[in-house]
């Protein structure tokens, strides 16, 4: 008969060998039922899983990290779309029986997921920076007559060169935001899209429903969005461009746009379950790069149950 610590053993490998089966995408959606079966088995599994799972994202924070590099970009054109990741288990039913939780339709991925969750510094032809957030679906075409930059999915904070022949254009399905030469952020979330403004003026034209013509100031802040009314504050010039540093503010935002954001900024995958009611519309501001933290915070605001599967994934329902 096995004793107290040859069972404890036993338990821990399996956690082990459960970590990685989990943590492979391709072979997660296959097993997660018998995963699922296996925490709810005999008591202790899930705690000694979650255990392993802390250990081994511990030990991945501890390895050296990749440095960044800027990129200089001479062409007059780039195009970028983010390679997107869906994690497997959204193709998968299945039942979590220790909650009480029955999936009849599949799960599917909220976020897409950049390789890393780093920005890109890009030097652009005409002495402009740009920083896109990790992400961000883009397209930049400069010519003679004008500088455009075609802003799909995520965020941008640009120092702008100074051009009064070729103002600046960052174009959204929301707006139209317009400067000479300043300092700025746009953020699209979900349905909106916010400009910050840290130097200079930028003009801002509303190109969904609004139709309206905005002038923005240094603190500046603008929301524009379908279904809501455009929303105008002032905030300290330091946090005007605090995108760049993680934090995001979120206005009347369904759960999964505030996921998302998390998941493009920390690396954190998050699946939320389509089955999921919760009507909670989420407002705050959010440090989109702690991924622990944040999901703690929403797990107040809003009626969600959280999941942990492996250290980089979070189920939630």
Not at 122 to 128: F, H, K, P, R, V
Not at 176 to 199: Q, Y
Not at 236 to 253: D, H, T, V
């Amino acid at each position: 008969m096995a004793g107290p610590d040859q069972n404890k053993a036993e338990q821990e490998q399996a956690a082990r060998d459960w970590w990685h089966v989990m943590a492979d995408d391709a072979r997660a959606a296959e097993n997660f039922a018998a995963f699922a079966q296996w925490c709810d088995a005999a008591p202790g599994n899930r705690e000694t899983f979650d255990r392993i799972s802390l250990a081994y994202q511990q030990s991945r924070m501890a390895s050296p990290l990749r440095t960044k590099s800027s990129r200089r970009q001479d062409l007059r054109h780039l195009r970028h779309k983010p390679a997107r990741r869906i994690n497997p288990l959204h193709r998968l039913g299945m039942t979590l029986a220790g909650a009480g939780f029955a999936l009849v339709a599949a799960l599917s991925a909220v976020a897409v997921i950049p390789r890393d969750a780093a920005w890109q510094e890009i030097d652009l032809a005409d002495g402009s920076v740009a920083s896109v957030a990790p992400g961000s679906d883009y397209d930049i075409a400069f010519n003679d007559q004008f500088r455009n930059i075609r802003l799909a999915h995520g965020s941008i904070v640009i120092s702008a060169a100074k051009d009064r022949q070729r103002p600046m254009q960052v174009i959204t399905d929301q707006a139209t935001v317009r400067v000479v030469g300043t300092k700025f952020a746009v953020s699209i979330i979900g349905n909106d899209v916010e400009t910050s403004v840290l130097e200079g003026i930028v003009g801002v034209h509303g190109n969904a429903g609004d139709g309206r013509n905005y002038e923005l100031k240094p603190g500046d802040r603008l929301w524009l969005g379908a279904g809501h009314d455009a929303l105008q504050t002032t905030v300290p010039l330091a946090n005007a461009l605090e995108i760049r540093k993680g934090w995001q503010s979120f206005r009347n935002a369904p759960l999964a746009d505030v996921l998302d954001g998390i998941s493009r900024h920390s690396g954190h995958r998050f699946v939320l379950s389509p089955l999921y009611q919760g009507q909670k519309r989420i407002t705050g501001r959010f440090n989109l790069t702690r991924a622990d933290q944040t999901i703690a915070v929403l797990a107040k605001l809003a009626p969600i149950t959280i999941q942990p599967v492996t250290g980089n994934l979070t189920l939630v329902y």
